[in-house]
């Protein structure tokens, strides 16, 4: 496949994102069946192109004129109406319209069945090149689906299901999740709000949600404690708490609730976040009472693989931003990618775009292949799915930021998307658990599921895939940073749990690097046999390198290390690699 000539663009919009992104598409090929990934490939490429054209477009617009809150009408009544700008109402009806949320949930044109979810993660990742912001209510949308589809009983929840995966602008509502309390943040079992029981499924309640995005969303999910539930999460019940009272086609008598104001965000515009004062709301119970925060679990591990894919889809446009650029640009005389320095940047920047974005997509595969009936799958989920978005989050804040210094100036101000893309990163370290709750998150995943056993065995498949003498010596040393691995998991198993604790963030970091650097050795792999071509075992080697190889006393200065330089077209602009030609150039055994 020819390289990709950057430097005919003038920027990183008005251009078919599918098709300039061939790390995204290998993965898309990698983790859909056949059958699927032929349906599927024609409309993310079209997608691709109305994202790259009309949505990019509108983002910046809306980020410009974000929604407004009105809270009362001009009697002073309750009104909680959002005001958002056309340019908005157009960019849903073109994601909603493409079944971004419906095909994952029901029979899409020409298909028999339903996508797997990894479908409807690929969507969002296209999405997220143009507006991440956006990408928060498609993935909340989807997620309380998920719910209803899996728990929901009764008309009026069946109905909001219904409406939820359509894919007709005037038929289709969004959803939302109300976890967070301003007495609880990340501490959800401290939520406060109480349900009333009212009749059948329907209940009261009453309290304050801190931090709700997508705030007037048809269909939220919030969790309340019924009378005399235990403390902890182990009370919490779940409820759909309507915009309006009755089913999704009831629009006539208001909740009772008031959106209070609006958050002054330093990013992710697009998407209205506020405080909530439920005053005897109107919710309908979501399964069994005090069972509420296992129901929400389902969709916070979507919600948790929608952050890192909005993470590495933020990675792939500010990645394409800084390469235009850098062709584009010339200093003293030359494109400043001529430079060696920005070579070296260039490909450290796609290597992580790279990896960050086949991690995710196996993790996602996992995901959907639990959520498919695969109970095996749901420990290996456990391990993966909580260091995704851990990891990609803080990949995607420090890709940004090094793509607006690529930019110079320009990249600092808003007439340039790296300003934006860097405000809307910011908050994904925050979003669906902070760095440090997910660490710990990996550790009970660790200690209640023994999540090690499906996490170690999969590493080993990826490495036992592996046989070309051209990933020879990065498989060795992948082997070595596997068995530290394992040391590890047994070590921290050990001690106690105020240790365990304190290195949880180190063990999620070394649980991405090998696993992440297996699958690349394995993906490869597969490049070699189906296409002859080395590439990408190329980033696997480069990816091991700076992860997983300790640099001497000299950082590495010494080693004689011109990867970079030689490497440059292969890895930034998608050149073919020879395999041979990487064998041919290791060194002799003594």
Partial sequence: MDPIDYGRFEAGRHVN?????????????????EAEHEWAEPRLREFGEAVGHTVADNADTVDDHGPELHTYDAHGNVQNEVEYHPAQYENERIAYGAGIVADAFEAPPGR?????????LAMEYLLSYADPGFTCPVS???GVALVLDKYGEGDVLDSYYERLVARDGDENVEGAMFLTE?????????????????AGREYELTGEKWFCSNIDAEGTLALARTPDAPDGTKGLSLFLVPHTKGDADETDELNDQRYRRLKDKLGTISVPTGEVELQGATGYLVGEEERGFKYMTDMLNLER??????????????????????ANREAFGSPIQEYPLMKRDLVDMAVDHEAATAYTFDAGRVLAEREAGDDEAYRLMRALVPVAKYRTARLAVDTASYAMEVLGGNGYVNDFVTHRMLRDAQVLPIWEGTSNILSLDLLRGLESEDAHEPLLAEIRANLDAVEHPALAETKTAVEAANADLGTAMA????????????QAKELADLVFDVYTAALLCREGQTEIDEADDARTALVAERFVDRHLREPGGDRGIGDGDRFALERFDAVVRYGSVDPESLVDAAPADD
Avoid: W
């Fill in 17 to 33: 994102y599918f098709d300039l992104d061939r790390t995204f598409r290998r993965e898309v090929a990698r983790v859909l069946d």
């Fill in 182 to 198: 301003e007495q609880g943040g990340s501490d959800v079992g401290a939520n406060e709000t109480v349900a009333e029981h009212v």
């Fill in 140 to 142: 909340m949308t989807g």
């Fill in 491 to 502: 070590t921290l198993a050990t001690e106690d749990g105020d240790y365990a604790q304190l």
């Fill in 305 to 326: 693989l929608s952050n890192a894919t909005a993470s590495v889809a933020i990675m792939g446009r500010c990645l394409l931003e800084a390469k235009v650029h850098a």
């Fill in 112 to 120: 028999d069945g339903a996508m797997p979810l990894t479908h409807h």
